[in-house]
């Protein structure tokens, strides 16, 4: 059997609860999940776009914007405790000829073909199996505090407080735009990344990872100004 060089899997599983329908909602004419698979098809990367759920509305959309559902995801990755690497290993499972597969969350809608393009060509001059996408954090780790039940702040690192942002070195976070690896690394893994994942940084501004309202309002605004 021929393997696939690269796909590209969107998971869009159906019954999201903080913003209704989230991954078909219309976001600036379209539904937001053609938004990914706009962007791998315009990439020109991909042996196959296949997207991964559990709800025949959002299987028609994916279909029709020239995306595959191979197969309907099984109703137990479909519930708020399915984690990432499950939804991804069902496609290993059913999917044999896929070698490289990136994951675009389709919550992730302004991001650009640049940044497909930019972590591909990044994850083969770096000679990696797994790289993830980062963006700069908003507040450095340093001044994060867990809280106990009588407001007793406990510092997330052992760091000592600093007194100024200035002597802070950047810090980076998840923005749950691209997750790109070899079958290898996941069959081996068995998560998403590990303490060797390589991060490719996006800017901020295209990095928003939209999980209720507030985030759907922002992206908007962002897109918007990007347009004007």
Known sequence: MKMSEIVAIIPAR????????????????????NYAIDLALASGLFDRILVSTDDEAIARIARKAGAEVPFMRPEHLADDEASG??????????IPEAEKILTLQPTS????????????NFFKSSNTESVVSLTKANKHPSWMFNITS????IPITNEEIPSCRQKLNDAYVLNGS???GTRNFYI??????????????????ISIDIDDELDWEIAETIFKRGLN
């Open 109 to 120: 809608p302004l991001r650009r073909v640049e940044d497909i393009k930019g972590i591909l």
């Open 150 to 153: 009588t407001n007793k702040m």
């Open 85 to 94: 690497f499950s939804v991804l290993n069902n496609l290993l499972e059913n």
């Open 188 to 205: 081996k893994e068995k998560k998403m990344l590990t303490k060797n994942t390589l991060g490719y940084i996006m800017p901020k501004e």
């Open 14 to 33: 159906g019954g999201s609860k903080r913003i209704l329908n989230k991954n078909i909602k219309f976001f600036h004419g379209k539904p937001v999940i």
């Open 178 to 180: 691209l997750y790109l």
